[in-house]
């Protein structure tokens, strides 16, 4: 196995923590960057032969431009997500791969986590109790049995989050445009259109890719589609749910209850502290004075048996390109996955 000089940007302690643990077994060179990959630090990959780069990373043409100009053979992301990624730009100069899956798991209970805290207000308790105050009133929550929750994107994540909540006695619904017509009939749930699904959920939760077709799909006309009170779970990507919309939403009660773990301009707040200075994106300040409105800062991957995944995925990536061997896990913009395992070689 060669030996190779990585570039890790945007890390935090506990990436150090699972990459150093993993690296026990390759004793890669690693330099750990707090700084985002973008324009204004890409050339701190000079010197590099690869960097590993996360979902509020950067990588347009430009930055791409500077890797290349650096000699940087490949970008290991660390995450599922690649919509930060310029695909064309990086076609023949750099390969590309992810980690696909690390914990459906971790990501179909934080949604389940979110719907559960939102509908029965533990969040706003917990802070009551904390001042010594006992009264339950405005604290009204409801059944999650026999309610409809409808499920949009039913990949691995969706599918734990189906068995969940199949476990509360919810009547269940779904959309993907690759229905598994097996699973469904083993769970005993029906695939839908979206029409149908907005009209009669009373939950939704958003499990898909963010994609040109999926960008904003919850939108103004689509949420007039839905019940009256409606709840939205977004544990996908911030740009599947058009915000300025999802707050007129809130305002006029079409939305009962926003359970969001993405936002769509999140790149520069989450996994950031800013408890000491002010807020000025506007639409997420607003967002945040909703008492029917949960954010989490992009937490639902943060499980111990992810992050383990996650280390052990980037690191198994990067040891199939240096031995020259089929990148199971490569993205690109000319071929897909299954194109892939059938020539069962690198894209280019």
Do not use: W
Request: charged share 25%.
């Amino acid at each position: 196995m060669q030996k190779c000089k990585v570039a890790f940007f945007d890390t935090k302690p506990y990436d150090r923590i699972f990459f150093d643990e993993e690296n026990k077994k390759y004793s890669f060179e690693i330099k750990y960057f707090k700084n985002h990959l973008n324009i204004e630090t890409a050339h701190l990959s000079d010197g590099y032969d690869m960097i590993c780069a996360f979902v509020n990373d950067s990588i347009d043409k430009n930055v791409v431009d500077v890797l290349c100009k650096s000699k940087i053979k490949l970008i290991a992301l660390r995450c599922a997500g690649y919509n930060n990624v310029d695909l064309k730009a990086v076609y023949g100069r750099i390969h590309v791969v992810r980690v696909p899956e690390y914990s459906p798991h971790a990501v179909a209970e934080h949604a389940v986590a979110l719907m559960l805290t939102l509908n029965r207000k533990t969040h706003r308790a917990y802070y009551r109790t904390r001042d010594g105050n006992f009264s339950i009133n405005n604290l009204l929550g409801f059944d999650m049995y026999d309610k409809t929750v409808g499920i949009i994107g039913t990949g691995k994540i969706g599918k734990c989050a189906i068995d969940i909540l199949t476990g509360f006695g919810m009547k269940i619904l779904a959309y993907d445009l690759h229905p598994d017509k097996e699973y469904a009939d083993k769970m005993h749930f029906r695939y839908v259109s979206l029409s149908e699904l907005y009209h009669d959920s009373d939950i939704i939760s958003l499990h898909c890719p963010l994609t040109p077709e999926t960008q904003y799909m919850i939108n103004e006309k689509t949420i007039a589609q839905m019940k009256n009170g409606v709840m939205i779970i977004n544990t996908g990507r911030g740009k599947l749910i058009k915000t300025h919309d999802l707050i007129e939403g809130l305002k006029v009660g079409r939305v009962g209850y926003a359970g969001l773990d993405v936002y769509e301009e999140e790149s520069e707040y989450f996994f950031e502290d800013f408890s000491s200075s002010m807020i000025s994106d506007d639409v997420l300040a607003r967002l945040l004075t909703f008492p029917n409105v949960l954010i989490t800062s992009h937490q639902g991957f943060f499980t111990k048996e992810a992050l383990g995944n996650i280390a052990k995925t980037t690191f198994e990536n990067i040891i199939e390109y240096l031995d020259g061997k089929y990148l199971k896990n490569e993205i690109c913009y000319r071929c897909n996955e299954t194109c892939r395992k059938k020539m069962g070689k690198r894209c280019f």
